[in-house]
């Protein structure tokens, strides 16, 4: 029976302290899309420039397979 008074105890003290530690603020999330330039050398330039900002692992970066690397045109279908 104790055993059972102490375990309650010990979980009505760790709920506790769950809602009373720190909350993080809420965030502030934009409806408005970004610009995205329309030229394929472009667009490669803008992904490296935003991500040139952060420190991303080796191999880890944004990358673009184009269907035809000769053409580089923009397809109907994307896959992400």
């Known amino acids: ?5 102490i375990f309650i ?5 760790l709920i506790s ?5 720190p909350h993080p603020e ?12 329309s030229g394929p050398d472009a667009l ?6 935003i991500e040139s900002r952060h420190h991303i692992k080796p191999n880890n970066q944004a990358r673009i397979v184009w269907a035809n690397d000769s ?7 994307a896959i992400v």
């Open 44 to 49: 490669e330039k803008y992904i490296a420039g």
């Open 71 to 77: 053409l580089r045109k923009k397809t109907p279908y």
């Open 17 to 21: 302290v769950y809602f009373l530690g």
């Open 1 to 5: 029976m104790r055993f059972i008074k």
């Open 9 to 13: 105890g010990l979980i009505v003290i």
């Open 26 to 37: 809420k965030p502030l999330f934009g409806t408005a899309l970004p610009q995205l330039p």
